[in-house]
């Protein structure tokens, strides 16, 4: 493990997939240190593909990014676990569902002509979130997910992820209600990383976007998560790069005495504590190549 500069990664790596909120924003502001980098990554003739749970599809999320201030450039090629999500809820057809999310996932569901109903009357089942992330407990859940369970109700989760940092903030996702579930004995179908199906479809949009002929051991995947994107990307067989300054912060600096963590301590925890979690290649307490 060593901390990564740009010629090096520009010489190893023809294609980066990027997670974007812990790396490129924490919910409320950009990381001008990311955006830098991944813009001269960019210079230099690589390639990049932005890859998100968000439970959106990825046209929202470039609107988002570009309103933040995010140059076109960075936001030519995303994949979204909404993406996948939305390729699920095209082919379930007339079978009413029962979405667990808030309001403003709604845009998910535009241009289907699904029937939404409660937890009582549906066939299928999509989350994508807390209804209020601010007010709520996974113990809020509990009668909700009895219900799907003793109806047989399989829950499709839109963004795998537990917990996010919005600000100095952690709120919930809809991973965690997933993992709930799955924890009573429900069927759960996530979409998003660390499973396949994304991994596939960013390097199908890379691809078409510069028509390169490319090798798994010239991708890197960039992000946050441990169980996401550090494990989605051992996984997919390509090499990752961990950023500890995104939902894992409090979990490093706990015990840490300075701002800047030490590549074995944080290496001997994920061993003793991800013991599923192959180690990533690269650490950085955040995303700065220059």
Not at 168 to 180: D, E, F, T, V
Request: proline share 3%.
């Amino acid at each position: 493990m060593t901390k990564p500069k740009l010629s090096e990664i520009s010489n190893n790596y023809s294609l980066i997939l990027c997670d974007i909120w812990g790396v490129v924003h924490n919910g409320n502001n950009l990381f001008p240190e990311a955006i830098n980098s991944l813009s001269s990554y960019l210079e230099t003739g690589g390639n990049i593909c932005l890859i998100t749970n968000a439970p959106r599809k990825s046209d929202i999320i470039r609107d988002y990014l570009l309103n933040m201030g995010v140059k076109d450039d960075l936001c030519r090629n995303i994949v979204s676990s909404g993406d996948c999500s939305y390729s699920w809820l095209a082919s379930i057809k007339d079978n009413p569902v029962f979405h667990i999310g808030p309001e403003k996932d709604n845009s998910l569901f535009l241009g289907l002509d699904l029937k939404k109903v409660n937890e009582f009357d549906c066939l299928e089942c999509i989350c994508t979130g807390f209804f209020d992330e601010y007010t709520e407990s996974i113990d809020d859940y509990q009668k909700i997910l009895e219900t799907l369970l003793k109806r047989g109700i399989a829950l499709h989760c839109a963004n795998p992820d537990l917990y996010v940092n919005k600000g100095n903030i952690q709120l919930p996702c809809a991973g965690l209600i997933a993992q709930s579930y799955s924890r009573m004995g429900g069927e759960v179908v996530y979409f998003g990383k660390p499973h396949s199906f994304i991994y596939e479809l960013a390097l199908e949009r890379a691809l078409a976007s510069k028509h390169d002929n490319l090798s798994k051991k010239n991708i890197l995947a960039i992000g946050d998560g441990l169980n996401t994107d550090i494990a989605g990307a051992s996984n997919f067989g390509i090499d990752s790069f961990f950023i500890i300054n995104g939902v894992h912060q409090r979990e490093f600096q706990k015990n840490n005495e300075t701002s800047e963590i030490d590549n074995n301590t944080v290496r001997d925890y994920i061993n003793k504590y991800y013991t599923n979690v192959v180690t990533p290649k690269y650490i950085m307490n955040s995303l700065n190549l220059l």
